[in-house]
């Protein structure tokens, strides 16, 4: 690793600006946006309403996600309709980098036209179809992209097939003027409830491709824990394990106090946060509002009635 350059991704909204690097904190994803994962938001979409989704991106920005995900698939009304909106919406209320999750490409290349900034698609995969549907988006509106280690055989279920993926994404991606720096690649987190090597071939797929390529890497973190009793608790301790062999963009939920937890207490053992300096940060806010909310009980306890 330390002969091969490391990538820079940049993201970014109307006035703020995210820079993923191996070499520098955890940027959080955040996962909560999404139609298709919570139903509470699919219910208020079909309803014409956008607050829970606009609240979701206040909440995971102010808790420290650099980049805000929307996903609108798996609702009843045309996704090139309700994506551009829920853009727009998120827009109004928060200036934050958007990671734009589609299942119609049409849809994401409008909702790509109202976001403003660099924006992160989500995402191309080593299939052939689907590098030849978003490639051409991606270079349209200056994009950055994640990129799935699969193709049109599927996902591999070897670390070396899965970095055959990515270079293959990569060369594909070189013929639209695309370099390492314009991908994250998701190295695919798979329940360890379904494959006993799940896990396993995860963390060496993610420590080839940061060997390899310096890139940069994310997973849908908690996939990992589908089907299995604490799923909160697993997925917490896999993104620390996961940080420490190379994840630095997970897709997750930084709202849960545990996985936000987890991700400082990796990136100040990494020493990418160097010396603990926004863990203790981190700390000193927590404590604070603790205090705060015990003087307000007191406060509101000797309130004569």
């Not at 091969?4 to 600006?17: A, P």
């Not at 999750?101 to 689907?130: T, Y």
């Not at 991700?263 to 806010?285: F, H, P, Q």
Request: proline share 4%; with cysteine; aromatic share 6%.
């Amino acid at each position: 690793m330390s002969e091969k350059k490391l990538s820079t991704t940049i993201i970014s909204s109307k006035s703020h600006r995210v820079r993923i690097a191996p070499n520098r904190k955890t940027v959080v994803i955040g996962e909560r946006c999404n139609a298709l994962g919570y139903r509470k938001v699919r219910e208020t979409i079909a309803n014409g309403e956008w607050n829970e989704v606009v609240n979701r991106a206040v909440e995971q920005y102010a808790a420290g996600a650099g980049i805000i995900n929307v996903n609108m698939v798996g609702l009843d009304i045309p996704e090139k309709v309700l994506l551009p909106i829920a853009v727009a919406a998120i827009r109004a209320k928060v200036d934050c980098p958007l990671s734009l999750d589609f299942g119609d490409p049409e849809a994401l290349d409008i909702a790509l036209g109202k976001a403003e900034g660099r924006s992160l698609i989500n995402s191309v995969s080593g299939e052939r179809e689907k590098m030849d549907e978003v490639f051409p988006i991606a270079k349209k509106h200056g994009a950055a992209m994640i990129a799935m280690t699969a193709d049109d055989d599927g996902i591999p279920y070897t670390p070396e097939g899965r970095l055959q993926c990515a270079k293959d994404i990569l060369k594909e991606g070189e013929k639209y003027g695309f370099t390492v720096d314009d991908f994250i690649f998701d190295c695919i987190a798979i329940g360890v409830a379904t494959d006993v090597g799940a896990g396993t071939c995860t963390m060496e797929t993610m420590k080839l491709i940061r060997e390899e390529l310096g890139a940069n890497i994310t997973l849908g973190a908690s996939n990992v824990s589908f089907g299995m009793p604490k799923r909160k608790t697993l997925d917490a301790y896999y993104l620390a394990i996961a940080i420490y062999n190379g994840l630095n963009a997970p897709i997750t939920d930084i709202t849960h106090d545990g996985l936000k937890w987890s991700m400082l207490v990796a990136d100040t053992v990494n020493g990418t946060d160097k010396l603990g300096m926004k863990y203790i940060k981190e700390s000193r806010i927590e404590k604070a509002a603790r205090l705060a909310a015990l003087e307000e009980a007191i406060t509101t306890e000797s309130k004569p009635e």
